[in-house]
T-cell receptor, first 114, second 111 residues
Framework: DTGVSQDPRHKITKRGQNVTFRCDPI?????LYWYRQTLGQGPEFLTY????????KSRLLSDRFSAERPKGSFSTLEIQRTEQGDSAMYLC????????????FGPGTRLTVL | DQQVKQNSPSLSVQEGRISILNCDYT??????FLWYKKYPAEGPTFLIS?????DKNEDGRFTVFLNKSAKHLSLHIVPSQPGDSAVYFC??????????FGKGTMLLVSP
């Protein structure tokens, strides 16, 4: 499968714990995005990488959130001291450097904070 | 402030008929628009897009229309099939920036 993959698909954690999600983009896609989707809403932008550089962060990304893309390939999103409000689907998307802006999404990681 | 609005939370259509999903936007800087389809427990799947220099783009059963003066776009699906039942998201971007999504419209196509 050459699509965007995310791991894990589901994560249940207790409030206050740290969690880390991984995203593997489509090969040679140099742009990688993280979004969050809550019930009844569309995906909301969190942060964006071009290669290994983090170019943009949303105000939704509090200081408890950190994202990395160390070698310009896979990316990780870490949430420290999780809160119940962090419960959501975390989506990763990638796209190549083309004139169009079609982003290709992974299946998401469903986070539940108890 | 919702910059991309999908005012119909749901739409029911019979198989073989036309489905029309609507989307409005407020940001004049948006110049690229996309439609995604999402099944439960899956990520959004890209369907079709349109640049602001066009007013129509067609791909098989799917056509997107853009009315820039009204800041409105629509997705037409003809003919609708039961497998089209899903949540449809409208998204917009400015330049090569991130995507801003609407809240989605759930389409149900009944046999």
């Amino acid at each position: 499968d050459t699509g965007v993959s995310q791991d894990p698909r589901h994560k249940i954690t207790k409030r206050g714990q740290n969690v880390t999600f991984r995203c593997d983009p489509i090969s040679e896609h140099n742009r990688l995005y993280w979004y969050r989707q809550t019930l009844g809403q569309g995906p909301e932008f969190l942060t964006y990488f071009q290669n290994e550089a983090q170019l943009e962060k949303s105000r939704l990304l509090s200081d408890r959130f950190s994202a990395e893309r160390p070698k310009g390939s896979f990316s990780t999103l870490e949430i420290q001291r999780t809160e119940q409000g962090d419960s959501a689907m975390y989506l990763c998307a990638s796209r190549p450097m083309t004139v169009d802006n079609e982003q290709f999404f992974g299946p998401g990681t469903r986070l539940t904070v108890l | 402030d919702q910059q991309v609005k999908q005012n119909s939370p749901s739409l029911s259509v019979q198989e073989g008929r036309i489905s029309i999903l609507n989307c409005d936007y407020t940001n004049s800087m948006f110049d690229y628009f996309l439609w995604y389809k999402k099944y439960p427990a899956e990520g959004p799947t890209f369907l079709i897009s349109i640049s602001s220099i066009k007013d129509k783009n067609e791909d098989g059963r799917f056509t997107v229309f853009l009315n820039k003066s009204a800041k409105h776009l629509s997705l037409h699906i003809v003919p609708s099939q039961p497998g089209d039942s899903a949540v449809y998201f409208c998204a917009a971007s400015s330049g090569y920036s991130t995507l801003t999504f609407g809240k989605g419209t759930m389409l149900l196509v009944s046999p």
